[in-house]
Nanobody
């Protein structure tokens, strides 16, 4: 069973930055399309950003464009989410996900096959 482990969450003031990491336990996951989603209590999981296996294709939610950057290091089996200019509305539990079949990132959560447990990001005003 593939595992994804997120890290890097925490408490930050509005306007600050955080970098999330998602480490994959299996080498093959390095070539999967990966994405970050976020979720707050009582709401559906929301797509944040996605990246293709090669890193050549990325996709961002409108709410984070220009502030967040997704990247990957396949040699380290790790995907990153650099979050700048954070806002209180970015507060959520952030999850990474892997899609074994898609060649480009998709926004629908049910496209993804593997999920991490999540890391909490809290942005204070």
């Amino acid at each position: 069973q593939a595992q994804l482990v997120e890290s890097g969450g925490g408490l930050v003031q509005a306007g600050g930055s955080l970098r999330l990491s998602c480490a994959a336990s299996r080498r093959t996951l390095s070539y999967y399309t990966m994405a970050w989603f976020r979720q707050t209590p009582g709401k559906e999981r929301e797509f944040v950003a996605g990246i293709s296996g090669s890193g050549g294709s990325t996709l961002y939610a409108d709410s984070v464009k220009g502030r967040f950057t997704i990247s990957r290091d396949n040699a380290k089996n790790t995907v990153y989410l650099q979050m700048n200019s954070l806002k209180p509305e970015d507060t959520a539990d952030y999850h990474c996900a892997a899609d074994a079949e898609a060649r480009r990132p998709m926004e629908a959560a049910d496209e993804y096959d593997y999920w991490g447990q999540g890391t909490q990001v809290t942005v204070s005003s």
